[in-house]
Nanobody, 116 residues
């Protein structure tokens, strides 16, 4: 079955950096787009970044453009989110996601807190 397992969350100071990782299994990873979402307290879940299966084209929410970088390692079935110059408003639970045959699959979600 499809499984997405995230790691790399935690506490980081404003202006700092953090890298999120997501290990995928149970599907042909290289053929699927991968996404990172986040959900802050009291807010709806929002799409942060997307990377395509072929060519690795990326797209970002305006709020993180120029600060976050999504990447993938198809040989390792891994997707990453490099978070630089983080701000307190980046505080949220971050989720790895993919859609396969019309079904959306989610990682367990891990907390990222930006605070001094």
């Amino acid at each position: 079955q499809v499984r997405l397992v995230e790691s790399g969350g935690g506490l980081v100071q404003p202006g700092g950096s953090l890298r999120r990782s997501c290990a995928a299994s149970g599907f042909t990873f290289s053929t699927y787009h991968m996404n990172w979402y986040r959900q802050a307290p009291g807010k709806e879940r929002e799409l942060v970044a997307t990377i395509t299966s072929i060519g690795g084209r990326t797209n970002y929410a305006d709020s993180v453009k120029g600060r976050f970088t999504i990447s993938r390692a198809n040989t390792k079935n891994m997707v990453y989110l490099q978070m630089n110059s983080v701000k307190p408003e980046d505080t949220a639970v971050y989720y790895c996601n993919t859609v396969r045959a019309g079904i959306s699959y989610w990682g367990q979600g891990t907390q990222v807190t930006v605070s001094s």
